[in-house]
């Protein structure tokens, strides 16, 4: 930032920052964006680009896969929810009641289950109330597609999983 540019190139800037040099940087990138300075970041971390960046562009082997705001490319999600409950004990029957919703990933953590379904709004909303008939509810969030699903969905057909 010593040169007065009027484009700013990062590539991977927050690669082996601590949290707070990193939110710092981060607070420093807002505040040279709203001078009017043009900044064009490279990053793996999609919450850094989903916080920062005005236009988004997803590469696949070298070639654009979607381009644009956080709320266009939210759009091609269409239908991709994220659930995310805790419970006060996790029930039994939590793998039974989702199966007929058929998740596109659960990932379980003590009493906490994140749940990524493809679904119609009032499909999601009768999977929440069927999670507060299995147990007892003590938080739970319901978001559209963030960054990484986006990124994964775009870009998933060409990975291949590690042996």
């Not at 990062?10 to 920052?17: I, P």
């Not at 659930?83 to 939590?94: E, K, R």
Request: hydrophobic letters at 45%; a negative charge.
């Amino acid at each position: 930032f010593m040169i007065d540019t009027p484009v700013v190139f990062l590539d991977e800037f927050s690669t082996g920052m601590d949290p707070l040099l990193r939110r710092s940087v981060m607070a420093r990138l807002r505040q040279e964006s709203s001078r009017g300075r043009t900044i064009v970041l490279t990053t793996q971390i999609l919450s850094e680009a989903e916080e920062l960046c005005d236009d988004i562009l997803i590469m696949r082997s070298g070639r654009q896969a979607a381009r644009g705001d956080i709320n266009t490319l939210k759009m091609l999600s269409g239908g991709l929810y994220e659930i995310s409950v805790t419970f006060a004990a996790l029930p039994d029957s939590l793998e039974s009641a989702i199966a007929a919703y058929h998740p596109l990933r659960v990932d379980v953590s003590q009493n906490s289950a994140l749940i990524t379904v493809r679904e119609q709004e009032g499909r999601v909303l009768d999977l929440v109330a069927h999670l507060g008939r299995i147990g007892r509810v003590l938080r739970i969030e319901v978001t559209g597609a963030s960054l990484e699903d986006i990124f994964i969905e775009l870009t998933a057909a060409e990975r291949v999983a590690p042996a």
